[in-house]
């Protein structure tokens, strides 16, 4: 669990304000980075596993078949865990997660299956790809599975370093949310409007 010191010392290496920390993590992951059962929260994107797959030289498309759920070559909202409550769809997302792994299976590739589903999640409290680990500050995409089934204050390091790195510091500043959806979240950020969300939560803890 996060404490105000731990955000204010993260506000001060960003330069901006707690209220705007707080309120990308309450959108990204309702303020929480972990489930109930201990794991970190986790989404799982098919597209990105298929574009790891093919940047390795494996053929994703010669294993989309019975796999649809967990490898599609574009980006799609339909497949996401479902369920009436988090916890649920959290345990349907780590069921893809592993679905995506088990793929690779008995092939000498199997390392590299498992390396991408992992570079295919976004971790954690502020639900950073995991492609993303060299701008968290990580060696390889386990050292940041690893971090992020710590702690929430890892969740936070991993967040300010990959700000930095991808020079997001400023639109956070200036809470030019928009500006900051659109890089953090992807081009795809006004399908689930992220800016308006982190306005909007940003003016809550604000008060």
Request: glycine share 8%; with cysteine; proline share 1%.
């Amino acid at each position: 669990m996060l404490t105000e010191q731990n955000y204010r010392d993260a506000a001060l290496k960003l330069n901006c304000e707690v209220a705007a920390i707080k309120a990308v993590d309450y959108v990204e992951s309702r303020g929480s980075g972990f489930n109930k059962n201990g794991t970190p929260k986790i989404l799982f994107e098919g597209h990105v596993f298929w574009r790891e797959l093919e940047k390795r030289g494996i053929s994703a498309e010669k294993f989309e078949r019975g796999n649809e759920t967990v490898l599609y070559k574009r980006w799609t909202r339909v497949h996401y865990g479902k369920g009436e409550n988090n916890e649920i769809r959290q345990q349907r997302e780590w069921a893809r997660l592993e679905r995506a792994i088990s793929i690779g299976k008995g092939l000498p590739e199997a390392a590299i299956f498992k390396e991408c589903a992992l570079m295919a999640c976004s971790w954690g409290r502020y639900q950073i790809m995991g492609n993303n680990y060299k701008l968290c500050g990580f060696k390889d995409v386990f050292d940041m599975y690893f971090a992020a089934g710590m702690s929430e204050a890892a969740h936070l390091d991993m967040f300010v370093s990959y700000v930095i790195k991808r020079r997001l510091d400023d639109e956070l500043r200036d809470r030019r949310w928009t500006d900051f959806a659109r890089s953090y979240n992807g081009p795809m950020y006004y399908k689930n409007k992220y800016d308006i969300k982190m306005a909007q939560a940003f003016l809550k803890f604000n008060k």
